[in-house]
C-alpha cells in the first residue's frame, strides 16, 4: 500500500476507537457498561444490531464467495424479515419488561437454573469459537499487505478491538459502530462503481452481468427443494428463519444491542430495519464479488489469490516446479480470453445459438485453469502440509490491493476493519455480560456491590479476549470464513430456540423436561450435522422441533410417574 492508503486507513481507525471512547465516558455502574443506560435512539439501535452481524467475513469471504460460486448466498437471509417481525411482537417486550441484563435470565424465571446455565453454556462455547473466527478476518488484510504470518495480525488486531470493549462497554461498542456503519455503506458504494468502471471499454453493467450469468454466477434464487443444498429459497425462508430468530433473539451478542434502546418501540423499529436494510446490503456485496468475476475474466487473476503462501513456495525448492505451473496457467487463461471475446461478441449479435456454443466452450477453459490451480495448491502442501490452501477469502482483497486506487484502498480496508472490531466488540461485550451476570453473580458472587460487578465485567472482557484470541490462531482451517461462522451457530442456535419457545408458549412444560430435551436435543443435532444428514441450515429447524416435542413428551412422562406415586 502507498502512504497515503496507510494516512487513510491509520487515520479512520484512530477517529472510531477515540469516538467510541469518548462517547462511552462515564460508564460507572453495570447498568452502563453493559446495556448503556438503555438510552440509545432506534437508528443506533440498527446500525449496532447490523454491524454486529456484518463483520469482516462478510466483506471478504462472501465477495469470494459469489466469485467462486454465484449469488445463491443471499437466500440465506430471505427469513431475516419475517424473524424481524416475530421478534418485535414477541421478544423485545419481553425483555425489556423483565428488565433483564442477558436473555437467559429470564429462562431461569421461567424455568430453573440448570435450563439458564446450560443455555448461557452454548451460548458461550458458540460465540467464543465464532469470534475467534471474526478475528482472523481481518488478520488475513494485515498479513498479506504486510507479508507475515498471520499469527502476529491475529494477537495486535485483537488487542486493539479488547481494549477499547474493555474500557468503553456497550456504549463504546454501539456509538463506534454507528459511524462505522455509515463508513461502510459509501465504502462499498463506491467500490461497486469502480469495479465496473474498470472493465474493458464495451463492457458495461449488463455485459458484465450476462457474462457472469453465462458462467454460472448470477443465479440467485433457487426453488428447488433439496435437504442437502443449503442455498435455496425454501431453506432460506424456512431454514434461514429459524437460525436468524435465534441469533437475533437468544444469541447475547444481539440481544445487547437491542436491550440499548430508549423503549420497546426505538429497539422494535431498529429490528425492523435492519430486517428491510440486510438483503439489499448484502445482495450489493455478493453482486461486487460477481463483477469482480467478470473482471477476471478480462485481466489475468493470480495463479494464488493467497501471497503469503504463494512467496512462500517462490522461496522453496519448488519454485522451478512452480514457473513451469504460472506458464501453464497464463497459456490456459489465454486460451479462455478467447472464448471470452466470442462470448462478448455473440452477445453484441444478440446470436443465441453462439452464445450456447460459448458458454460450453467457456466453462471448459475456465476448467483448466482450475486444473493448474488445484496442481499449484498440491505443490504448496508437498512444501508445507500445514499450508493454507484455500485462498477464498483473499479474493476481494487481492483485487483492491492491486487495482484500486491510492486512498480508496485503504478506506476499503479500514472498512474491513471496522466491521470486524464492530462485530468483534459486540462478541466480547455478550460473552462478558453473560459470563458476570449468568455464571459470576448468580453462582459464584451474589451479593457484591456495583462497582464488583463492573470490575468483574471489565476483568471477563480481557479473560475473553485472550481466548478468542487464540481460537483465532486455528481458524484458517476451517475453509471460507461466512460458511463457517453460520454453521457453527446452526449446531446450537436450533437448540436454544427451542428451549426459549417452550418458555413463550407451553406454558405446562416445566425446567426438568426442557433441561433434558435440550440436551438429548444437542446430541442429536451434533450428530446430524457431523454426518452431513442434511444441508447446515435445517439443523436449526431440527433442533427447534426437536427441543418442543421431546420436553412436551418428557413433561408427560413426569407427569405420569408423579400420578403413579
Known sequence: MSNLDWGVLLFTLVVIVVYGIYKSRGAQNINGYLLGNQSLPWYSVCLSVMATQASAITFLSAPGLAYSTGMGFVQFYFGLPLAMIVLCITFVPIFHRLKVYTAYEYLEQRFDLNTRALTAFLFLIQRGLSTGITIYAPSIILSTI???NTTYTTICIGGIVVAYTVYGGTKAVSYTQMLQMTIIFCGLFVAGILVVQLLPGGVGFSKAISIAGKMGRTNAIDFKFDWNNPYT?????????????SYFGTDQSQVGRYLTGASVSESRLGLLMNGLVKIPMQFLILLIGVLVFTFYQYNRPPVFFNSFELNKLEQSSYNPQLKVLEKKYDKAFQEKQVEVNKLNAALDREDQPVIDQQRIALKIADEQTKTVRKEVTDLMLKNDKGADINDNNYIFLSFVTKYLPKGLIGLLIAIIFLASMGSTASALNSLASTSVIDIYKRLINKEASDEKYLKASRWSTVIWGVICIAMALYASKIGNLIEAVNILGSYIYGTILGVFLVAFYVKQVGGKAVF?????????????????VVAYLWLNVIGCLLVVLLAYVIQQFFKKKTAAV
Open 146 to 148: 504486510l507479508n507475515i
Open 233 to 245: 429459497v425454501w431453506s432460506g425462508l424456512i431454514g434461514g428463519f429459524f437460525l436468524q430468530l
Open 516 to 532: 433434558y430435551a435440550a440436551i438429548i436435543t444437542e446430541i442429536v443435532v451434533c450428530i446430524c450435522g457431523y454426518q452431513k
